[in-house]
């Protein structure tokens, strides 16, 4: 199946702890992105990368580092988790540069993270 | 005032009926405009794109764009309850063409 995929699907851990989402699409998309859904269901961008280079980097606490291996996948570390990180993150990924069309972004299935 | 703002919700429509999803951007130069759709629990799925002035319909779905007055909105005709879910309207501003600017979304629910 084509598809952007994302691991793991539900992510428990404690304050201060160190976790990584990780995210990987079989479209052939140049562009990649992290969005983080909170609990009032508003979608908010916070990083993109095109060909393994950020592109967009928004406010987000630098606790938060992505990483792009390779142009397929893209990976979210973040360092010690706090309260407030309780969100739903969602990986996507759009063709690139080029026509607007481009910009359509299909998304993955999410992961949901509990900081307790 | 917010990039992108929707009609709160949440809307309930009979089946069969048509539901009405308005969406205002404040980005006048914005080129691309998405409606996406999430059932609960689940990730967006985009349904319709438009990019120029006019309606665009694909199947029950039309989307309708008015640059001018900075408006897109999404008709569902025939509402059916498994159209039950949140619309969330999406547009990219003309400063970053990659960026999607969501706005809070409305949950429509078609009563059986």
């Known amino acids: 199946d084509t598809a952007v995929s994302q691991t793991p699907k539900y992510l428990v851990t404690q304050m201060g702890n160190d976790k990584s989402i990780k995210c990987e699409q079989n479209l052939g998309h140049d562009t990649m992105y992290w969005y983080k859904q909170d609990s009032k269901k508003f979608l908010k961008i916070m990083f993109s990368?095109?060909?393994?280079?950020?592109?967009i980097n928004e406010t987000v606490p630098n606790r938060f580092s992505p990483k792009s291996p390779d142009k397929a996948h893209l990976n979210l570390h973040i360092n010690s988790l706090e309260l407030g990180d309780s969100a739903v993150y969602f990986c996507?990924?759009?063709?690139?540069?080029?026509?607007?069309?481009?910009?359509?972004?299909?998304f993955g299935p999410g992961t949901r993270l509990t900081v307790l | 005032q917010k990039e992108v703002e929707q009609n709160s919700g949440p809307l309930s429509v009979p089946e069969g009926a048509i539901a009405s999803l308005n969406c205002t951007y404040s980005?006048?130069?914005?080129?691309?405009f998405f409606w996406y759709r999430q059932y609960s629990g689940k990730s967006p799925e985009l349904i319709m794109s438009?990019?120029?002035?006019g309606d665009k319909e694909d199947g029950r779905f039309t989307a309708q764009l008015n640059k001018a007055s900075q408006y897109v909105s999404l008709l569902i005709r025939d509402s059916q309850p498994s159209d039950s879910a949140t619309y969330l309207c999406a547009v990219t501003p003309h400063s970053n063409d990659y960026k999607l600017s969501f706005g809070a979304g409305t949950t429509v629910t078609v009563r059986a």
């Open positions: 990368y095109n060909n393994k280079e950020l592109i």
């Open positions: 996507a990924s759009s063709q690139g540069l080029g026509l607007v069309s481009y910009n359509e972004q299909f």
């Open positions: 438009i990019y120029s002035n």
């Open positions: 980005d006048r130069g914005s080129q691309s």
